[in-house]
């Protein structure tokens, strides 16, 4: 295909917010999430022959995740939408054509920086607005310029990834260059993988016993206690969140959870210390108790998720120790492959991607970090909606080491039921697996024409 067929640019923006109450709270480290605000964008992008095509993208604002800090809740959400609006009329405005992929990298390397600068100076906040919360705002709107892409050209999105769409390999886009000079993203993506095995987040704030109840759960026909979910959905995967500043609790936690995985026959656990641990031995020290004392729990444990804190470049512990363990994958930390290489340096051994972080620089860490024999998991930002379909989609093209997370409908299930109608293998759990059947045609396969949302009026650009 040639460059004036392969090129488009963006013409035009719309965006909406979406608010979710969820039923159940779910704990960040220190903050406690009850409700969330998504941001579904609507892009229009034309090909240099003159022929258009909208996309869509979605992503939950999660505060908590993406902005810890002492500031009120309420303004940190407006803080989001705002720079999420400001994201939204700056690419209406953007001039650069290409493959999504390189409209993403350009937006992002050219101008999320300068934008999320002139943002923080602007408003009054204690805390500065982060970049991974930069990230969450611009990436319903970078989804869904790869969901117009693919529609511009009758192609699923992932059937773009290659040297026929892209005019510029790898070596344009990451370091060093000579590893990845004429390469391109479908070198390092696997075929779709379907049915994926599928990860039950276990809260901090979850019940895991009827001594725990306390008569505040909700009686909407959704299970409350672990037991009760491993059986409806034949759970074989279990993230256990843990506090990550209070040992004595994460080991009992640890052991209360792996004793019931080992009763209903789970084979799979993953730890998540909320980015609050300071010290690898603290970790080190679960680990080998858990080893000494319950060596079936700790052989359960695939893999320990980011225990350290958000910025890996103010924080540059040495990892080895624990990587020794245990496979390490960053997620908050990896917003990019740079830090990708820095954390490998430190002695991380895997990634956890998120679609939330951009499909752009998603790809683009992933290939990465497969170059360097670092192994990926897919992790969940409690996706509902459209939100859940690229999330599961490049969980089915990375290779990861176990499947995919995905807790949506543990905490807001009745949020997703216009896109469950549709696809409703992606939004219900059964033996353990999501099936990614129902995801056909160009883009991400949405069928959005078939799915019967109403929308708020969007946001005035």
């Not at 406690?32 to 579904?40: E, P, Y």
């Not at 939408?81 to 409209?103: C, D, P, V, Y």
């Not at 990019?336 to 051994?349: C, E, I, K, M, P």
């Not at 997703?416 to 549709?422: G, T």
Request: negative net charge.
């Amino acid at each position: 295909m040639d460059t004036l067929t392969r090129n488009a640019r963006v013409i035009d923006t719309r965006l909406y917010f979406l608010p979710v109450e969820m039923r159940v709270p779910l704990k960040f480290g220190a903050q406690v999430l009850t409700k969330v605000v998504c941001a579904r964008a609507c892009v229009t992008i034309e090909g240099a022959d003159g022929r258009s095509a909208i996309g869509w993208g979605e992503t939950p604002l999660s505060v908590g995740w993406v902005w810890p800090a002492d500031i009120d809740y309420d303004e940190r959400e407006s803080a989001l939408q705002s720079f999420t609006t400001t994201l939204a009329r700056s690419l209406k405005n953007f001039e650069t054509s290409g493959h999504a992929l390189e409209i993403g990298h350009a937006f992002i390397e050219t101008r999320l920086n300068a934008l999320q600068s002139e943002f923080n100076a602007t408003r009054s906040l204690e805390n500065a607005l982060p970049h991974l919360a930069a990230l969450v705002c611009f990436s319903p709107l970078d989804i869904a310029v790869h969901d117009a892409y693919g529609n511009l050209h009758d192609k699923p999105i992932y059937e773009t990834y290659n040297s026929e769409y892209l005019s510029k390999d790898l070596s344009h886009f990451l370091e060093p260059k000579d590893v990845f000079e004429g390469k391109y993203p479908s070198d390092f993506l696997t075929p779709r993988q379907s049915p994926l095995p599928v990860w039950h987040l276990v809260g901090g704030l979850d019940p895991i016993d009827k001594s725990e109840l306390d008569g505040s759960e909700p009686d909407d026909g959704y299970p409350v206690l672990l037991r009760d979910w491993i059986d409806r959905d034949g759970l074989n995967c279990l993230k256990i969140k843990l506090r990550g500043n209070d040992s004595d609790w994460d080991y009992d936690r640890l052991v209360a959870i792996g004793k019931i995985a080992l009763e209903k026959d789970v084979e799979w656990l993953t730890t998540d210390f909320n980015c609050a641990v300071t010290e690898p031995e603290y970790v080190n020290a679960i680990l080998d108790k858990l080893k000494d004392e319950h060596p079936r729990v700790y052989q359960s444990i695939l893999y320990v998720e980011q225990p350290f804190p958000y910025d890996i470049e103010a924080n540059q512990i040495d990892v080895h120790s624990l990587s020794a363990r245990k496979p390490l994958f960053m997620d908050e930390s990896a917003h990019d492959w740079r830090l990708v290489r820095l954390g490998r340096s430190l002695g991380w051994t895997g990634v956890a991607l998120k679609t939330c972080k951009t499909q752009t620089g998603a790809l683009l860490s992933l290939c990465w970090a497969k170059a360097h024999g670092m192994t990926l998991m897919v992790q969940d930002l409690t996706n509902p909606m459209l939100a859940q379909l690229p999330h599961v989609q490049l969980a089915s093209h990375a290779g990861t080491i176990m499947g995919v997370e995905s807790n949506g409908m543990q905490f807001y299930p009745d949020a997703s039921l216009p896109e469950q109608a549709v696809h409703p293998n992606l939004f219900q759990r059964r033996n353990g697996i999501l099936d990614l059947d129902t995801i056909q045609g160009s883009g991400f396969g949405y069928k959005i024409d078939t799915i019967k949302r109403d929308l708020p009026d969007p946001v005035d650009l």
